[in-house]
């Protein structure tokens, strides 16, 4: 079953650098021809998971794929696989699709058996390896019990193998509700939604040997965040810049940015109401700069905001998603793709078609555009939001309503004029 956020934060909210390749590209790898088609945009659904089938990739995507250096789309499921306890997959950009990993839950023993619900998007290193997160489970080896989430490795040859299991060691946080970045000094930094202080969570840092090390705990109050939810990234100011749905002058959460020396800076309180709060995705630089993100239940109506932010602190609520929009929806959530011509694009929860959600465009001069409408009913677009390939492409994934459906990998192939 699919994780959420810390329940305090749905209560409110109502409800990778790529380095050398793994192996090589893959023999059954293949380029994806351009469509002939005139349209701005051409969606297209690259996979349909499938529970009956272990090696069919798994199902309940919960995080968009991530192109790596072999020219692969590589992702986590949170069921399916050979115990149901999730998978990571590869694909080609056509939708050719194998099961690489199967994890195996809390059954059998320790060292690798951790639990599923990894759900957060998978990052390479420079060795081509790749790392991410699993947000709970582990085992206890003093007394067996189920532990607070992992960190792994899945190797080139297809070796996995667990790297740290959260809430043991010196680094403090537990539960990682989000994936890991890549910095510029070759250190691996995430984010813990919960212990520290106050159990307020963690940003911690991974050394390219797996050890993990606290960069900042956050302590919830006017001059500091908590319960992060989001990845980091780094802008081109070198500092690691995030969003927390909590702390803060209103504890609306804050914008802060974290020098990879340590140093830590609140560079904006949410304020609540039609200027947005309780942020609920990462921030993603765009082409002029500035930082763009969304907030799921505030602005104008109370359901959805979009804003941006300059580096040197200067915020702009942009657009206020609302029910008098039905084909862009509401309820904005998961990670933004900013694209070379100034545009940001994004997802929607529900709102567009009897409930479903969308893909929604933003352009300076063009402003909210919709794209693409899920249907109805059986597909449910997630918190994971959007990646971009090297191809230009977006690529996303979407559960669904079982039995009818385990989710699905969706391309966006964005068109000229």
């Known amino acids: 079953m699919a994780h959420t956020l810390a329940s305090d934060t749905r209560r409110r909210l109502l409800q990778g650098a790529a380095g050398a390749a793994l192996a090589g590209a893959a023999p059954w790898a293949a380029a994806l021809p351009r469509p002939a088609d005139k349209r701005p945009a051409v969606y297209r659904t690259l996979h349909t998971f499938d529970h009956a089938s272990p090696d069919a990739g798994g199902a309940s995507p919960m995080s968009p794929p991530v192109q790596m250096a072999d020219g692969l789309l590589w992702g986590t499921t949170n069921e399916g696989g050979e115990l ?190 039609a200027q947005g709060g309780v942020p609920t995705s990462a921030l993603v630089q765009g082409a002029d700069g500035a930082l763009y993100g969304t907030c799921f239940a505030s602005g104008r109506w109370g359901t959805g905001l979009l804003y941006r932010i300059t580096l040197d602190g200067v915020y702009t609520p942009l657009h206020s998603f609302s029910g008098e929009q039905p084909r862009v929806g509401k309820g904005p959530e998961g990670a933004l793709v900013a694209t070379s011509d100034g545009s940001i694009y994004g997802v929607t929860r529900i709102g567009s078609r009897e409930g479903s959600g969308s893909i929604y465009r933003y352009s300076p001069g063009g402003g909210m555009q919709p794209v693409h409408a899920f249907a109805a009913h059986d597909q449910k677009v997630y918190k994971s939001g959007l990646s971009q390939g090297s191809d230009g492409r977006l690529y996303g994934t979407f559960d669904g309503e079982a039995p009818r459906s385990a989710g699905a990998v969706f391309s966006l192939t964005l068109l000229p004029g």
């Not at 900042?216 to 965040?225: A, E, I, N």
């Open 84 to 273: 149901g306890f999730g998978t990571i997959y590869a694909m080609t950009p056509r939708g050719r699709i194998r099961t690489m990993h199967s994890f195996k839950g809390t059954k059998g023993g320790f060292g690798d058996y951790v639990s599923a619900t990894p759900g957060h998007r998978l990052v390479q290193g420079p060795d081509g390896d790749l790392w991410g997160t699993v947000f709970g489970g582990g085992i206890d080896q003093g007394n067996g019990s189920v532990g607070k989430g992992t960190l792994f490795r899945y190797r080139r040859g297809g070796r996995f193998s667990t790297v740290h299991r959260f809430g043991e060691g010196s680094a403090t946080g537990t539960n990682p509700e989000a994936g890991l970045i890549l910095a510029s000094d070759g250190h691996f930094y995430g984010t813990t939604g919960y212990g520290g202080v106050g159990g307020n969570g963690t940003v911690y840092r991974v050394a390219p040997d797996g050890e993990v090390t606290d960069m900042h705990v956050f302590r919830r109050g006017p001059g500091d965040g908590a319960r992060i939810g989001t990845e980091l990234v780094q802008a081109s100011d070198g500092g690691l810049w995030g969003v927390t749905p909590f702390g803060g002058t209103a504890d609306d959460g804050i914008v802060f940015r974290l020098g990879l020396d340590g140093s830590f800076a609140v560079v904006h309180h949410f304020a609540g109401g």
